[in-house]
Every structure is written in structure tokens, then in C-alpha cells.
């Protein structure tokens, strides 16, 4: 699969996405809006498939991501959902919403989903440069602000048609070199990332990575994970 894939591989990001996606149109508004009422053949199916699904995919995702009970039968249950259930949100996706003239640009955006190109030239490639961290400030107890920029240039501004950063971040006690082990996500359109700990975390180290993302949600390549010890 492609590391341009709109769909990340990070099970945390995956299920932030699929959670703003279900949450948006669940609001009655919006499904009526987008055609997805109940009495419709898209609410139809949205309730009897994609519902019941989600409904499992999020029930052992509880169970993984509590992290001082995972076991590896917990972990392989989750694999195994989680694969079970992308594809049917790939359909959701691609043939629910980004081809109904009923949903809007925004209204991807809102569920954290690529919005649909305008088409002519103006297409822009996914990114293909990383993101560099340009300093890391601790203004405060428990705060680390973490300014960042193109690694091609020496100035703030981003990549040609790049929307912004994606930042994936844990805290561990020990060391981290996978980028699927940082399962905190936050998105960003300008620097710095702001991350605010509780005390009980004071002391200990964050790992974190950062990549630029267009604005069909196309990815750019990771950078180097790096660390700091939070104040």
C-alpha cells in the first residue's frame, strides 16, 4: 500500500477519523443534508452494514487501546477488526461521500476525511519533502511547543499545496523507533504544535514525528522520530 494512502496506517489516527466521521453523520441535520435519513437507501445501508460494523471495530478498539490490559489475544482480535472493517469505511468513504453531490468540501474536512479535487491544473502531488523541527520551546510546567517548517527551505511557509502538518506523539518510559507506537495524533495548518501534560507525566519523555499533508489528505513522508523530556 502506498505511504500516500488517505487512510494511515496509525491505529489511532485510523480510529479519530472514523470516530469524526460517524459522530458527523449522526447529527440529524447532517443526515438528512447528505441523504442519509433513515427511510433512504444510503441511511439503509449506513444503519443495517456500516453501523453494525462500526459498532464492533470500536468496541475492541476499547478494549486495545487500554494499554496496561492489552494482551496479544487483544491485540490480534484488534488486527483483525480493524482490517475487517477498513475497507467497508474505504466504501463509505469513496462511494458515499466524496462522489455525493450532496455532501460538501467541508463537510469531509468537518468528518477529518481528504476533500474532493477541484480537477484541472491546479492538482498539486502528495508532498515528497519532511517536515523539520525547527526548535522545541518549554514556555511552561508540563508545556512543549514544537515549532516546524520545510525541510527545503529556511522560512515558515509550507510546500505547494500542502494544508498542513500531521503530528503523531506518546510518551513512553521506553525508547520508541516505530511511528506506528506513537498513537497520539494532532493536526496543525501552522507552527507551533502545543502539547500541554499533566503533572503525573512531568519528568517523563515524549516521542514524537511530524509529515506534511496536502489537501486531498495525501501524506508526505515521516521524519525522524525525536524525543524531549517534558518540564
Not at 494499554?67 to 482480535?77: L, M, N, Q, V
Request: glycine content about 6%; hydrophobic content about 35%; aromatic content about 12%.
Amino acid at each position: 500500500m502506498s505511504t500516500n494512502d488517505w487512510l494511515t496506517k496509525n491505529h489511532y489516527v485510523v480510529y479519530q477519523t472514523v470516530i469524526s466521521t460517524w459522530n458527523f453523520i449522526l447529527n440529524p441535520d447532517n443526515r438528512a443534508r447528505m441523504g442519509f435519513a433513515a427511510d433512504t437507501p444510503l441511511g439503509i445501508w449506513f444503519d443495517t452494514t456500516f453501523a453494525p460494523a462500526f459498532k464492533t471495530y470500536n468496541s475492541v478498539y476499547a478494549a486495545w487501546s487500554d494499554e496496561s490490559k492489552r494482551t496479544k489475544g487483544i491485540t490480534a482480535d484488534f488486527r483483525d477488526a480493524e482490517n475487517a472493517f477498513k475497507p467497508l469505511f474505504r466504501h463509505l468513504y469513496k462511494g458515499f461521500l466524496k462522489n455525493n453531490p450532496l455532501v460538501k468540501n467541508s463537510d469531509l474536512l468537518a468528518m477529518g476525511l481528504p476533500e474532493r479535487s477541484s480537477g484541472g491544473g491546479g492538482k498539486h502531488p502528495a508532498p515528497t519533502s519532511t517536515v523539520m523541527v525547527d526548535k522545541v520551546v518549554l514556555p511552561s510546567l508540563g508545556v512543549v511547543d514544537i515549532h516546524f517548517r520545510d525541510s527545503g527551505s529556511d522560512k515558515k511557509a509550507k510546500p505547494p499545496g500542502v494544508h498542513g502538518a500531521e503530528m503523531v506523539f506518546a510518551v513512553s518510559d521506553t525508547l520508541l523507533t516505530n511511528h506506528d507506537d506513537l498513537h497520539n495524533s494532532l493536526f496543525d495548518t501552522h507552527t507551533p504544535f502545543h502539547l500541554t501534560f499533566p503533572d503525573s507525566q512531568r519528568g517523563k519523555t515524549v516521542y514524537f514525528a511530524l509529515r506534511w499533508e496536502n489537501s486531498r489528505g495525501e501524506k508526505g513522508p515521516w521524519n525522524t522520530i525525536q524525543n524531549i523530556i517534558i518540564p
